[in-house]
């Protein structure tokens, strides 16, 4: 992985790679992750992509499911305090799903919850930007299976698989309370 250019810079904190690495083992069955986590793919296949009739901008709620789940697990421990985290999606449908889960996940773990998570749309140039330019962590989450619509994404994602660098992501993952109770009840640790 250090030795693709467009990463060289990435460095990811302890602490963030640390909780980060505990989410991913929390995938149904229990991801074997066992690379760098500079950078991520997430493979959300299942699910319907949504596509709205007058501006035919696309959407996936399992997308948003699994973004959210994320960002939640990296905020319960606060690991998030001292980065600057954005959800850069090319639909502007896709944007209006993860804003309106914002307040939900700010209610739920009682925080205000701006300047946190930035939500942002861009074209493709924005979102071709933001895999050059990551400093800490890049995680794409995308359906592997039909992502054929811009080269360089392509390539990127190409290169995650090529290294094992994607994690299987149902649409439904488990909630942070109900991870924490398994911990609870498990015997011992577990080989990953």
């Known amino acids: 992985m250090i030795d693709d250019p467009s990463v060289a810079s990435?460095?990811?904190?302890?602490?963030?790679?640390?909780?980060l690495l505990g989410w991913i083992r929390t995938t149904p069955p229990g991801a074997k992750f066992e690379n760098g986590l500079e950078l991520i793919?997430?493979?959300?296949s299942n699910d319907q992509t949504m596509v709205n009739n007058w501006n035919h901008s696309r959407s996936k709620a399992a997308n948003v499911s699994v973004v959210m789940?994320?960002?939640?697990?990296?905020i319960n421990p606060n690991v998030l305090s001292n980065v600057t985290c954005s959800?850069?999606?090319?639909?502007?449908?896709?944007?209006?799903?993860?804003i309106a889960k914002m307040p939900e996940l700010s209610v739920k773990l009682n925080i205000v919850f701006e300047?946190?998570?930035?939500?942002?749309?861009?074209?493709?140039?924005?979102?071709?930007?933001a895999i050059t330019r990551a400093r800490a962590c890049l995680i794409v989450v995308a359906n592997g299976r039909i992502l054929d619509n811009d080269r360089l994404i392509l390539v990127h994602w190409q290169y995650l698989?090529?290294?094992?660098l994607i994690v299987d992501c149902p649409g439904e993952l488990?909630?942070?309370?109900s991870n924490v109770e398994k911990e609870k009840k498990s015997a011992g640790p577990t080989n990953l």
Do not use: M
């Open 41 to 44: 793919g997430l493979n959300v």
């Open 115 to 129: 300047g946190i998570v930035d939500v942002v749309t861009g074209d493709r140039i924005r979102a071709n930007v």
């Open 174 to 177: 488990p909630t942070v309370d």
């Open 161 to 164: 698989l090529n290294n094992d």
């Open 87 to 98: 959800i850069i999606t090319t639909y502007s449908e896709q944007k209006k799903c993860y």
């Open 10 to 19: 990435i460095n990811l904190s302890n602490e963030v790679a640390d909780v």
């Open 69 to 74: 789940d994320l960002v939640e697990f990296l």
